[in-house]
């Protein structure tokens, strides 16, 4: 690649957070607002949502959930009503204290999340237990105002989904729990090619208001960790501070069980610091809007653009294509399309056209293969699965490497400063010890998978007998 055009572009090795940050600027993805913590997604960055919200948008309607919108502000007084909840993001929260020039009776916070609002809601619709299950998603935007911001990661405004719903019995609510974090788990490594660890959040992460809630956490490429969605069942502390009240089958009155779940535009972060490379972006194809890309050599001479279009019509039936025929140079566009990570490129120029073959490129591995063009509609769609699994195998072998199972504090603590990753090692379950590490390591739990292995007898930081493992991370 031209060294003149990623002067632009820190490399990864010397400067992750800094590369990160050129990467979404000049893959096109985000601009920065006037307004200090808010992204402006331009075009190919919401492109990549709006495929990932397809696909989960679609993910949650087979499990039976329907859309519903509720309102951007909430009166604080409809705030306060679950204590834990409101001091859990009390911090964050974002307050309306005038209308025009009148100051308000009452102050309005701008959504942090919704559970209060669908509390509220609830209550009014839910009488019988015929009423149940209640399984409701939203799409929308939330305010949270966070000190330290990042594009996608970490941002005053962000986008997401975030499912409510009311059940029967606690069993239904932990079985719906399950379901939408496996539905997340898919999503990632099916669609996005991030491999993901599931497990339960410990009582000093779990979301504030939550019976318990259950995560699954992925690794970027540098080491540290990063929370890719989350599912809560929050059992009846909601429906008893709102009375969201049914009756039962034997004629009583119950309170409902409820859970919430949410994944965020994060996520886009997440696929840049798993695949991303020193080159630039690298989108799996089953999320790229654009899968290949044609790029025309020697567009000036007679038939190469025609040749170029008709390829593109009927390599259109089997991937998303797009086409370059601007005035720029060729070796411009090649960098060009590496630093979007478009997966696949087609080079064709008169001497391909002559010879009845063109040349693919991969993002992934940078491989060129020439293909006759007969063999073109199969041989796309077989290089694009080709490079969704790679990219996969690839992340989940990295993770492997970066993942070290510590016996003791020392070793704990030697492994998070000098090596990062995933550290497996057991806890005692006292909140005192996982308050230590954090304090001495800058590692926090990230989660007690659910496929637990007893790595050890005793607890990493006190030494006392320990029955769980844990997941331990420098986390973003």
Request: net charge negative.
């Amino acid at each position: 690649m031209a060294k003149e055009f990623v002067k632009d572009v820190t490399a990864m090795d010397e400067d992750f957070a800094q590369w990160y940050t050129d990467v979404v600027k000049k893959a096109e993805l985000v601009d920065y607002s006037s307004v200090r913590g808010s992204m402006i997604i331009r075009p190919y960055g919401y492109a990549i949502w709006e495929n990932i919200k397809s696909a989960l948008d679609a993910k949650i309607k087979e499990t039976g959930h329907e859309n519903v919108y509720m309102p951007l502000f909430i009166p604080e007084s409809l705030l306060q009503r679950e204590k834990d909840h409101i001091e859990g993001f009390a911090p964050e929260v974002a307050w309306v204290t005038h209308g025009g020039e009148e100051e308000l009776a009452e102050r309005l916070c701008v959504r942090p999340t919704s559970e209060v609002l669908f509390g509220e809601h609830y209550k009014n619709i839910i009488h019988s237990y015929r009423d149940l299950p209640k399984l409701y998603n939203q799409w929308a935007n939330v305010v949270r105002w966070e000190k330290t911001t990042r594009p996608f990661l970490r941002t005053l405004e962000f986008l997401w989904q975030e499912g409510h719903t009311c059940h029967e019995t606690d069993e239904d609510a932990h079985e719906e729990t399950v379901r939408m974090l496996d539905v997340y788990a898919e999503l990632c490594e099916e669609l996005l090619a991030i491999p993901v660890v599931k497990g339960q959040k410990t009582e000093k992460e779990k979301f504030a208001g939550a019976k318990y809630t259950y995560t699954i956490e992925s690794l970027m490429h540098d080491g540290k960790a990063l929370q890719s969605g989350t599912s809560h069942h929050l059992g009846d502390g909601f429906a008893k501070a709102f009375g969201i009240q049914f009756t039962d089958r034997e004629g009583k009155l119950q309170h409902v069980q409820q859970t919430s779940w949410g994944l965020t535009t994060r996520i886009i972060g997440a696929m840049i610091m798993v695949h991303g490379d020193d080159r630039g972006l690298v989108v799996p194809p089953r999320m790229a809007p654009t899968q290949l890309m044609i790029v025309p050599i020697a567009q000036h001479k007679e038939g190469v653009l025609d040749f170029a279009y008709d390829l593109k019509e009927k390599l259109s039936a089997v991937a998303r294509v797009g086409i370059d025929a601007s005035d720029k140079k060729p070796g411009w566009k090649f960098n060009e399309y590496e630093m979007k990570g478009i997966p696949l490129r087609l080079e064709v120029g008169p001497r391909d056209i002559e010879n009845g073959q063109v040349i693919l490129a991969r993002r992934d591995s940078g491989e060129k293969v020439t293909v006759p063009v007969g063999e073109l509609q199969t041989k796309v769609p077989e290089l694009l699965e080709e490079i969704q699994k790679n990219l996969f195998e690839k992340a989940k072998e990295h993770r492997e490497e970066m993942t070290t199972i510590a016996a003791g504090f020392e070793e704990f603590k030697k492994v998070v400063s000098e090596k990062g990753g995933f550290v497996k090692a057991m806890w005692c379950g006292e909140l005192a010890c996982e308050e230590k590490i954090k304090e001495e390591t800058g590692a926090t739990s990230r989660c007690m998978p659910f496929e637990q292995e007893k790595v050890g007898d005793t607890c990493v930081c006190c030494g006392k007998p320990a029955e769980k493992m844990v997941y331990w991370a420098k986390a973003y």
